[in-house]
């Protein structure tokens, strides 16, 4: 029996797959796994039996990822689970940044109650004129699952698209639009495209990807689209170029008191994700990662540990090591198993920076005394014995 703690509402859809051996419980410190979305994880500590956390989304900043690494406890996020609904976000941000509707709307309201408001709209509505997406120029830093989906939408809508990734997967490179033109540096979009729309995670490497001397080189019809994360742009310099006229937009998911009023910004309370498709998906690959890794050990899309897939065991053991990234583990691995008579058949083994992950299956049971032997050796951080 395994035991699951919710930290956020989880949509029932995915947790629907948990079956009679799992058991939903309200204390943390007793669960074999954490589901969450965006509470933090930081401060919870004397969790004895934690294994796994399934982040339903992307983003894992509420989460001690490094420190869950060197305590053998994996970190899931779902990729690409709610690219969608954040495209159709971007494809709306465009639209309110290049028409004002929101001003317009705003006009309306203000108006309810003028008996000629038929007619006073006429002249009125002078003043919300805005332009067409259709032939602009749009540039996407980061061809991920979203910023894929984003480039290859704007393409159908008639934008000439530009792509920025320097570590282009295959599998994103063969989802995306022959169309799009791919640029050697950020500069390239900065300088040539009318939106410029950031999807790429928050490290050191992008702090600021979107800086103040980027900023600089771009048009003054410019609009700037963050819907990945807080951090990527320099809010000084966008507040500094808005007031300017040296840009014509920030178009954001994550309002600070910086931008949250200040003019040329159109915010929005994180809403890329919050569609109800958005949520089921997270939530149904976070809780098939996690049952996968509990009951056949496998670790798919993890953030702080290597992945390994050797699938359902179909022998008669199962074993998994988590281990240090240094020499002759593997050949201390094999000769602790001979030691105790027992016949490897299939093997993985992978490495992340620091830390490895293997996987043995077996001819005959583990016994306690392989685990042993096998916990002793310099460098095993966790051993589970799936079967």
Not at 99 to 112: A, P, Y
Not at 209 to 222: D, F, L, Q, T, Y
Not at 257 to 270: L, N, R, S, T, Y
Request: aromatic residues 6%; charged residues 25%; negative net charge.
């Amino acid at each position: 029996m395994f035991q699951y703690k919710c930290l956020n509402l989880i949509s029932k859809t995915g947790l629907s797959l948990f079956d009679e051996n799992y058991k939903a419980v309200e204390d943390a410190q007793a669960a074999d796994a954490i589901l969450v979305r965006s509470a933090a994880m930081h401060d919870m500590k004397d969790m004895p039996n934690l294994l796994a956390v399934g982040r339903a989304g992307a983003g894992v900043n509420n989460i001690p990822i490094d420190e869950y690494a060197e305590k053998g406890i994996v970190v899931f996020n779902t990729p690409g689970a709610n690219a969608n609904g954040v495209k159709e976000l971007v494809i709306a941000g465009m639209l309110l940044a290049s028409r004002d509707l929101i001003g317009g709307n705003k006009w309306v309201s203000e108006n309810k109650d003028d008996p000629n408001i038929t007619k006073s709209m006429e002249k009125a509505k002078k003043a919300f004129a805005g332009t067409e997406i259709e032939k602009k120029k749009i540039g996407v830093i980061g061809l991920g699952a979203i910023g894929v989906l984003v480039a290859n939408a704007s393409h159908s809508l008639g934008m000439d698209v530009y792509g920025y990734d320097p570590y282009l997967s295959l599998k994103s490179a063969w989802n995306l639009s022959r169309a799009v033109h791919h640029v050697n540096s950020v500069d390239e979009i900065f300088e040539n495209c009318d939106f410029i729309s950031v999807h790429v995670p928050l490290m050191d490497a992008t702090r600021n990807i979107v800086s103040k001397e980027g900023i600089a080189k771009m048009k003054p019809s410019a609009t700037i689209l963050n819907f990945a994360r807080n951090g990527l742009v320099d809010e000084d310099a966008v507040v500094e170029a808005l007031k300017e006229h040296k840009i014509r937009h920030y178009v954001t998911d994550f309002p600070t008191p910086k931008v949250a009023d200040a003019e040329g910004v159109i915010a929005f309370p994180h809403l890329g994700a919050s569609t109800e498709e958005s949520e089921e998906n997270c939530a149904v690959m976070a809780v098939e990662q996690v049952m996968d890794y509990l009951e056949n050990g496998n670790i798919r899309n993890s953030v702080n540990l290597p992945n390994v897939d050797m699938g359902k065991c179909t022998t008669a053991g199962r074993v998994a090591i988590l281990h240090r990234n240094i020499p002759n583990m593997l050949t201390r691995f094999t000769g602790a198993f001979a030691k105790d008579n027992i016949n490897i058949t299939e093997m993985s083994n992978k490495t992340r920076g620091d830390y490895s992950y293997a996987i043995f299956d077996v001819d005959s049971p583990i016994v306690d005394k392989a685990v042993a032997d096998i916990q002793a050796i310099e460098g095993v951080l966790k051993v589970r014995v799936i079967k």
